[in-house]
């Protein structure tokens, strides 16, 4: 199906470029169905319009980005946004020409820092890319609502039950987006879903009810030793409180600057959601060394007095009283914290980690996880983009305006990898009979012997001739090898010639779905064939 040619980077072999093709020629259906109009736009993109939006800083590393020879810096597109928006800018003028719905199916290319899990994660890959184009919201919200129904039957078409999940917009931008998710153990992403509502989310974006602590009213700060005690699980069980009394300190380097993170003892940080919560680029864990040249105390870290250092609470904080928390001294704390009157944080926001096991945010329900492929995402982008790139219209009252955008990206790789995920047993893979390479696993067996070779040979002619698609193995291997690679390729029939069927004027007919052959007469054999795949489809 593929080869790999470096970390990221893949081959299609012919069987694996079959089955792209096959997911393209749905995806175009349904984007042409949906009023989309199909164009081609370059890989290679001036770095200068991503400045001017200010997204190569929100890539960051991600970015692939060249100079030629003219010293003119590049980058190979991970997306089309500024291109897209800069090409409507000069051909959009009224707003006659809205809406707009455009898209592409092309190489996209994003340097992965852990390209992983085969076609799940890669350093180039093939999407397809369609931009809205509307005057208001409500224009926005329909175009939304084409493409969720579009990639739903596309989803369906494809032999893929998928989820809508809530989700992080991260570098694409926007004030909303979806992805959709094929639940499998073996996928990349958690979800989280609430037991009783409608309510999930990809878990970068999840919240939870974090639920008040009661505590009494505030009581004056105290000193105590705790000598030992360094994490949060060792001070609450030396001074016999729960984890949820306690806030914990986390310190992470945003864009080369130390920053101090104030959380509430039981609960984890959402880098995502802190990374969001700052703006920054680059966002990893400070090393110990770090704090400690900070001149923090690494273990009993606490946000009163700290200064020169930006500090990010959880609204967690807010949730209690009497919290315990570092005192900026060795195996010392302080009983007694309170926010806002003991420290002042630069942002108070939700960058908390929901679990599962948690309170839904939307009901009381108990919040379940289970993992996923992301296999689509769109995105409400609103105005950022055309306002910062120029592309505006002029109203039927003769005002300006900047037109208002989507986007919706369907990864076509992941799209095949999830397939498999979800459909293949402990023999090999098995496909939908939608995008599976070939219909028809044509299996001759000795072909040396010349009854066999012309009944096969006049069979597959025959199944071509009615459009089926055959893949036929004239290899002169034993059955059990033949039997082994069909179950390993996983198309949907195999269809057995031998001397022992030939015998019986018949055929051995096995979908690959089921365990068991069916004989069936050569006579007819093709329009029976023809039946049993419009059937499968």
């Known amino acids: 199906m593929i080869h790999q040619v470096a970390a990221g980077v893949y081959s299609y072999l012919p069987l694996g470029w079959r089955v792209l093709r096959k997911i393209a020629d ?71 020409d809205l809406p707009l719905l455009l898209y592409q199916i092309q190489s996209k290319f994003r340097d992965e820092l852990r390209p992983r899990a085969g076609l799940i994660r890669v350093r180039e890959f093939m999407m397809k890319d369609l931009y809205s184009f509307d005057t208001d919201e409500e224009g926005l919200d329909q175009s939304y609502a084409k493409m969720l129904q579009a990639y739903k039957n596309i989803y369906d078409r494809c032999g893929l039950p998928s989820l809508l999940v809530e989700a992080d917009s991260g570098a694409i931008g926007g004030k909303e987006s979806h992805e959709f998710m094929v639940v499998t153990e073996g996928g990349e992403d958690e979800i989280i879903y609430c037991e009783k509502c409608q309510y999930v989310a990809n878990v970068e974006k999840a919240e939870s009810q974090k639920g008040k602590i009661e505590s009494g009213k505030p009581l004056p700060v105290e000193e105590v030793a705790t000598p030992g005690a360094s994490t949060i699980e060792q001070v609450a069980d030396f001074l016999k409180i729960a984890k949820s009394q306690t806030l914990k300190a986390v310190f992470y380097i945003a864009d080369g ?46 946000p009163i007095g700290i200064k020169g250092i930006k500090i990010i609470a959880d609204d967690s904080i807010t949730l209690g009283a009497n919290f315990v928390a570092g005192a900026n001294k060795a195996e010392t704390h302080l009983r007694n914290v309170n926010y806002p009157r003991d420290f002042k944080a630069d942002l108070v926001i939700d960058i908390a980690q929901a679990r599962a096991g948690d309170s839904c945010p939307k009901c009381q329900g108990k919040l379940l996880s289970t993992r996923g492929i992301e296999v689509g995402h769109v995105f409400k982008l609103g105005t950022f983009l055309s306002q910062k790139l120029g592309a505006l219209f002029i109203d039927k009252n003769g005002a300006t305006h900047p037109i208002i955008m989507g986007c919706y990206g369907i990864g076509l790789d992941r799209l095949l990898a999830a397939a498999i995920e979800l459909s293949h047993d402990d023999k090999g893979i098995i496909w939908p009979m939608s995008i599976a390479p070939y219909h028809i696993y044509l299996c001759p067996i000795s072909m040396e012997n010349e009854k066999v070779s012309a009944a096969a040979e006049s069979l597959y002619a025959k199944l071509e001739a009615e459009g089926l698609e055959v893949l036929f193995d004239d290899r002169k291997e034993s059955a059990g090898i033949k039997f082994n690679d069909a179950d390993l ?49």
């Open 26 to 96: 749905i995806i175009r259906d349904e984007m042409d169905k949906a009023g989309g109009q199909e164009l081609s736009m370059p890989v290679l993109q001036p770095l200068e319009l991503w400045q001017e939006t200010g997204r190569d800083r929100a890539f960051g590393k991600g970015l692939f980005t060249l100079t030629d020879r003219r010293e003119r810096k590049l980058a190979l597109g991970p997306t089309h946004e500024e291109v897209i928006t800069e090409l409507v800018k000069y051909n959009v003028q009224s707003y006659r």
């Open 257 to 302: 600057k130390l920053v101090f993170v104030v959380i509430r003892g039981d609960i984890g940080v959402n880098e995502v959601k802190l990374k969001n919560a700052l703006g920054c680029a680059e966002l990893r864990l400070a090393t110990e060394a770090e704090v400690i040249k900070a001149g923090i105390v690494a273990g009993a870290a606490s």
């Open 489 to 537: 390729l996983g198309i949907p029939v195999r269809v057995t010639v031998s001397p022992r069927t030939l015998e019986k004027d018949s055929v051995e007919i096995k979908r690959r779905s089921e365990k068991e052959p069916e004989l069936a007469l050569l006579k007819g054999i093709a329009g029976k064939l023809k039946e049993l795949i419009t059937k499968i489809a």
